[in-house]
């Protein structure tokens, strides 16, 4: 056997005075991000080595696919939207147990990426493994060094979270979006999708993302004081459209999958469709406006949800002054690249989630 060094240190796995391992690994975003990103931005130019190809061989990739389970699959959502966006490309994203046993259609030229934290979830790597068998490329977004995902994909970006000990997930999240980014402004370029100038402007705001997340880390006690009025909620639903829909999932999942209260997201625009008739006098409706375009659309929408007696936390970002007149209580967070909103209003629904829990 050949040894091999593992970076991770046995500190990165003590609670280092954190109440929980998930407080902890929340407060360690903005180094996984920022670690994830050092190796592979250089000069301002991405550079992902371990992708192994080059520009011509990134213009032959017809479509991707994305699989993956849990929040991994919410990060692939998130990778769906910034990837089709700036690269113009078509993505797919499967959960991984669906993908495996529905012998997916993949046709030459299709690069299938995985995504996973530990890299040893089960559906995962059956996933990886039909793809494989049908011809496929795998590249593998995995934090876990020497993991069988990361051994068996074709390739493998690795997200530079360290050890999560915190079975919800928060730090690695975080750095599988970072991936994602890198991945779609490495495509963009490649595929001459955008400008040098949008090129240049995007990467500055990747940049930006671990000090901002830290500000938004500071100013907690709002969001504590905020979760500490709904330890008794039975319903909380998330609403949101676009890049804000994928935070929607995730925002939710957080919270069912520690305090054990009834969660739904909903694609803004769907919510008519049946499920508004849920909402009642004081449900809380989360709503996420982070995207310019989509504004004026979520504004009707949470108009919506208070016609029904919704009480309405929108968070949305600090450019949006008027939001205080359609919403009940506003969390603002700060402006990135619409690209990249996700990564931030992320933050406060996980500490949401964290003190809702940690009330009950
Ligand atoms: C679930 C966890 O069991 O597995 C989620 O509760 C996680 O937090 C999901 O996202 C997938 O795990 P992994 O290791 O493949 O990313």
Not at 104 to 127: F, K, M, Y
Request: charge should be negative.
């Amino acid at each position: 056997k050949k040894p091999v060094h593992i970076v991770w240190d046995a500190d990165a796995a003590e609670k280092g005075g954190y109440e929980h391992f998930m407080l902890k690994e929340m407060y360690e975003q903005p180094k996984a991000i920022a670690d994830t990103f050092s190796p592979r931005i250089k000069d301002g130019q991405i550079v992902i080595e371990e992708l192994g190809m080059n520009d011509e061989e990134i213009r032959a990739v017809s479509k991707i696919v994305i699989v993956a389970c849990g929040s991994a699959y919410h990060a692939g959502m998130t990778g769906k939207y910034v990837l089709e966006g700036m690269a113009r490309i078509p993505v797919e994203v499967d959960l991984a147990s669906e993908f495996r046993y529905r012998d997916p259609i993949l046709a030459e030229g299709t690069l299938v990426i995985v995504v996973s934290q530990s890299g040893e979830t089960a559906d995962s790597l059956a996933a990886l493994r039909e793809a494989k068998k049908k011809g496929c490329k795998v590249l593998g977004i995995v934090n876990v060094v020497g993991s069988s995902i990361a051994r068996e994909a074709d390739k493998v970006m690795y997200t530079w979270a360290g050890p999560e000990i915190s079975v919800a997930t928060t730090k690695a999240y975080s750095a599988q979006l970072a991936a994602f980014y890198l991945l779609a402004l490495r495509f963009a370029e490649a595929k001459k999708s955008i400008s040098a100038e949008e090129y240049q402007e995007l990467t500055d705001s990747l940049l930006k993302l671990p000090q901002q997340i830290e500000e938004i880390l500071k100013d907690r006690g709002c969001i504590q004081r905020f979760a500490n009025r709904y330890l008794a909620a039975e319903h909380i639903f998330f609403i949101g459209r676009g890049i804000d829909y994928a935070i929607s999932l995730e925002g939710s999942l957080k919270l069912k999958e520690i305090s054990y209260i009834h969660s739904e997201a909903y694609a803004a625009g769907e919510l008519k469709h049946g499920t508004i008739s849920l909402i009642e006098d004081g449900t809380l409706v989360v709503a996420l406006a982070t995207q310019e375009q989509l504004y004026p659309k979520m504004v009707s929408n949470i108009a919506e949800v208070k016609t029904r007696g919704a009480f309405v936390m929108a968070l949305t970002n600090e450019n949006n002054k008027d939001m205080e007149q359609t919403a009940d209580y506003v969390i603002k967070v700060p402006k990135t690249n619409r690209f990249f909103a996700n990564s931030l209003a992320i933050i406060p629904l996980q500490l949401f989630a964290y003190y809702v829990s940690l009330g009950r």
